[in-house]
């Protein structure tokens, strides 16, 4: 399932930006959206699981991003709003085709079994 990711670059705070990230096929169950800033492991932001629409997001973009989908598109967006310095990284999107587990799992990296390429995110003050 590759995944192509795209949207990212440089925005002020407070500002939007739109990340999207396309499946060639649908054989997931779930897809998400990690960040890795420079020094950091990386980090959960959120994810969506395909079959009941169920969202999930880190305390730290809670009420900033918003994940959606496009089910003929197989695309996943995360709408991110309200920037700030501290979202900047590096976004990578993933996919899991396990149908168990997502409401535990949803952030746990070795849970995904596909990953995209990353798209880089700058968040200037």
């Known amino acids: 399932v590759p995944l192509q990711a795209y949207g990212g670059g440089l925005v002020q705070a407070g500002g939007s930006l739109r990340l999207s990230c396309g499946a060639s096929?649908?054989?997931?169950?779930?897809m998400g959206w990690f960040r890795q800033a420079p020094g950091k492991q990386r980090e959960f932001v959120a994810a969506?699981?395909?079959?009941?629409?169920?969202?999930y997001y880190a305390d730290s973009v809670k009420g900033r991003f918003t994940i959606s989908r496009d089910n003929a598109k197989n695309t996943v967006y995360l709408e991110m709003n309200n920037l700030k310095p501290e979202d900047t990284a590096i976004y990578y999107c993933?996919?899991?085709?396990?149908?168990?587990?997502?409401?535990?799992?949803?952030?746990?990296?070795?849970?995904?079994?596909?990953w995209g390429q990353g798209t880089q995110v700058t968040v200037s003050s």
């Open positions: 993933a996919a899991s085709s396990r149908t168990y587990g997502v409401r535990n799992y949803h952030s746990t990296r070795e849970w995904y079994d596909y």
């Open positions: 096929e649908r054989t997931f169950s779930t």
């Open positions: 969506l699981n395909w079959s009941g629409g169920s969202t």
